[in-house]
C-alpha cells in the first residue's frame, strides 16, 4: 500500500515539473522593423503636399494593442505563421513632445506577415487620408496664387511674406513662405489671414496643420463672427522660435465648439520681431482639416 502511495506521489510529481517546464517554456520571437512612414496625397493636389510628421508608431497584432513604438524601432513578437500587423500614426498632441496621440485624418497600413522565429520582417508605412476629410484651407505657396492675405491694418513698410525656393524652403526647389520684418516701426506686427468660411461644422475632429522655423515666435489664431457681427480674435498657439523645420498638429475642435453655431471664421498667422536682430520666419503647408 505504501509503495502504490509512493509511486502515486512520484508520478504526480512528474507532471508537476513536466507542467512547470512547460509553462517557463518560451517562444523565440520573431521580429517586425518599423521604417519612417510614407505620405500619400491625391494627385490632384486637393489634398496639399505629401508633408507629415509621424515620429511614433501605434502597433497592434491582430486587433490587439502591442504598445506604442518609435520610427526605427525592432519589435518582438512572441508568433509565429500568418499575422496581421497593424500600424496607427501617431503625433504629438498640439506639438506636445509629452502628448501623443494617434492622428484622427490618416487611415492605419495593415499587412499580414508569416512570421518566422528570429526573422527579421520590415515595414515601411504608407498613410493616406481617411476619406472623409474635408480641407477647406490649404496653403502651400506652389501655386499662382495665395491662400493668405495681409491685414492691412496691421501692415507696415517693410514688413512682407515672400515665396522662396531656396536651400532654406521646406523643400529646396518647391517654395516656402518666408516673412521679413524690416519695419522700424517698434512693437508692430505682421498679420497674415485667410478669407472667411462660413458654417464650420462643430463636434467633428478638427486640426491645423503647420510647417514652420524661424528666430521669432509664431502666432496662430482665429477669428470668429456671430451672426449679429460681434468679432472674437482668439490666439490658439503660440509657435517658439525653431532653428530647422519643424511641423504642429494643432487639435481645434474645442474652440470651433465652444465658438457656437452659424458662424465665420478666419484663421490667421501673426509675426512680432520684438528685440530680434533681422527677424526671419518660414512658413509652408498650412492646412485646416476637418471629417465630414
Not at 4 to 10: A, D, E, G, S, T
Not at 19 to 41: F, H, Q, R, W
Not at 170 to 198: A, D, H, M, Q, T
Not at 251 to 279: C, H, L, T, W
Amino acid at each position: 500500500m505504501h509503495m502504490v502511495n509512493r509511486l502515486v506521489i512520484l508520478v504526480s510529481l512528474f507532471f508537476v515539473i513536466l507542467v512547470s517546464c512547460k509553462k517557463m517554456e518560451v517562444i523565440i520571437p520573431s521580429y517586425i522593423y518599423l521604417y519612417p512612414s510614407l505620405l500619400v496625397t491625391k494627385a490632384d493636389n486637393s489634398q496639399g503636399d505629401a508633408s507629415a510628421r509621424i515620429e511614433d508608431y501605434y502597433v497592434f497584432q491582430n486587433g490587439d494593442i502591442r504598445g506604442l513604438f518609435g520610427v526605427n524601432a525592432r519589435i518582438p513578437i512572441q508568433a509565429n505563421g500568418k499575422n496581421k500587423i497593424r500600424v496607427s500614426p501617431g503625433i504629438k498632441y498640439n506639438g506636445m513632445a509629452e502628448q501623443r496621440i494617434i492622428y484622427p485624418m490618416l487611415n492605419y497600413y495593415e499587412y499580414e506577415f508569416d512570421l518566422v522565429q528570429n526573422k527579421v520582417d520590415t515595414i515601411k508605412p504608407q498613410f493616406t487620408f481617411v476619406e472623409n476629410a474635408v480641407f477647406p484651407l490649404i496653403e502651400d505657396y506652389d501655386g499662382s496664387g495665395l491662400a493668405l492675405e495681409y491685414n492691412m491694418a496691421t501692415k507696415q513698410i517693410g514688413d512682407t511674406l515672400l515665396k522662396d525656393n531656396s536651400v532654406k524652403a521646406l523643400n529646396p526647389g518647391k517654395f516656402s513662405g518666408r516673412v521679413e520684418l524690416k519695419s522700424s516701426i517698434s512693437n508692430s506686427y505682421l498679420e497674415l489671414y485667410s478669407k472667411v468660411f462660413n458654417n464650420w461644422p462643430r463636434f467633428t475632429p478638427f486640426y491645423l496643420e503647420l510647417d514652420y522655423k524661424g528666430n521669432i515666435p509664431i502666432v496662430i489664431g482665429m477669428y470668429a463672427t456671430s451672426q449679429t457681427g460681434d468679432v472674437t480674435k482668439t490666439p490658439l498657439y503660440v509657435l517658439n522660435p525653431k532653428e530647422n523645420w519643424n511641423k504642429l498638429y494643432l487639435d481645434m475642435e474645442s474652440d470651433i465648439n465652444r465658438a457656437g453655431a452659424g458662424m465665420q471664421y478666419r484663421i490667421f498667422v501673426s509675426f512680432s520681431k520684438g528685440s530680434v536682430s533681422n527677424p526671419e520666419a518660414w512658413i509652408d503647408n498650412l492646412k485646416v482639416i476637418y471629417l465630414d
